[in-house]
């Protein structure tokens, strides 16, 4: 297994007390998986994708195993863990600028990527302008236009969608082991997001590159990847292939989500929506977390959290209606 999650847990300190984010969280990928996380906002997508790479803000503190290629990365010292990040591990934020260094020129940064990745496999002294030429090449994969005038800009000097797109070349240059991009495209206007989910879902099969790929959105969840895991309040409700998921969704819950996917544009129906909002943190409901919103509830999933029940191999569903 590439990459095993063991009992993760994330809190964060915050002025009313701990607010326990992610517990008991699983998660297992193997190279050249791409799975996705769906879920409502607050529901702990970026956590997750914050305690893998270990970067959570500093109230943030992580607990259990994440075991990649056997080791536990919460064991690993900052400056082992920065050598992770730069390698293995590439994490393009939900918001891109946290990805730059913002006293650093775009070009500067996306040099230095492309040196790292040039001794990686094996040239120690590139020159100078191969590596400009496996900068601009990415740039031109994502889109950018003018990008002789973006790589000197510092990444202030860029709208969102462009920020984005420099992060994006910036994961391919360095073709990390495992990407885990976050919302990546939630910035760029839908002929550029098709063409970037295309150059991802590209990465991921040409190059085994895994993928984590974080969204609210279902439909772009089951167009790049194969597998697809739904939160809710901190917790898996289920985990399937992308094509079981949205063709035969288990829990309610999930089949909430896909009938708030807009499909039909030709009449003036309605769209549908959940009632109600996610719980907060220090006021989980008893019994399970979506139990006071599901239409399906019955006496006993008011009471008990259900367990994560076992949907054949690795594929799980947490709902009663499935004991
Ligand atoms: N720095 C922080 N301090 C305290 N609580 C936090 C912090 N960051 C996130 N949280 C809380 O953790 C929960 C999960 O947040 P997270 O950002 O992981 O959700 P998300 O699924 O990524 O949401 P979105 O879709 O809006 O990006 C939320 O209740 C949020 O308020
Ligand atoms: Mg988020």
């Known amino acids: 297994m590439f990459l095993e999650i063991k009992e993760l847990k994330v809190a964060y300190k915050t002025v009313n007390g701990k607010s326990i984010v992610l517990n008991n969280f699983e998660l297992n990928l193997d190279k050249g998986d791409s799975i996705s996380i769906v879920g409502e906002s607050g529901s702990g997508k970026s956590t997750l994708g914050g305690a893998i790479t270990r970067l959570l803000p500093p109230s943030g503190e992580e607990s259990g195993e994440i075991l990649m290629n056997g080791k536990n990365l919460l064991d690993l010292s900052e400056d082992e863990m920065t050598l992770v ?14 990805s730059l260094n913002p006293v650093k020129t775009v070009g500067f940064q996306l040099m230095e990527a492309a040196k790292i990745k040039a001794i990686r496999d094996g040239t120690p002294e590139p020159n100078e302008s191969d590596l400009e030429k496996v900068v601009l090449d990415a740039l031109a994969s994502v889109r950018l236009p003018d ?7 510092y990444p202030h000097e860029l709208s969102g969608g462009q920020v984005q797109r420099v992060v994006i070349s910036m994961a391919l240059i360095l073709r990390p082991k495992l990407l885990i991009a976050d919302e990546p495209t939630t910035a760029l206007d839908v002929t550029i997001q098709a063409q970037v989910i295309n150059l991802l879902k590209q990465l991921n099969k040409e190059y085994g590159m895994s993928i984590i790929f974080i969204t609210h959105d279902l439909s772009l969840a089951y167009v790049i ?36 996917v807009p499909t039909d544009y030709k009449t003036n129906s309605r769209l549908y929506y959940i009632n109600g909002s996610p719980p907060s943190f220090f006021n989980l409901p008893k019994g399970c977390r979506f139990s006071p919103r599901c239409d399906k509830a019955f006496g006993k999933c008011h009471e008990v959290e259900p367990p994560l029940i076992s949907e054949g191999g690795e594929y799980k569903v947490r709902c009663w209606l499935f004991e």
């Open 85 to 98: 990040r730069g390698t293995e591990i590439f994490m393009i934020f939900q918001n891109p600028l946290n």
């Open 147 to 153: 990008p002789d005038q973006i790589i000197k800009r």
């Open 225 to 260: 990847s194969n597998k697809i895991m739904v939160m809710y309040a901190g917790t898996i409700m289920e985990f399937n292939e992308s094509k079981t998921i949205v063709k035969n969704p288990r829990h309610p819950y999930t089949i909430g989500l896909l009938r708030s």
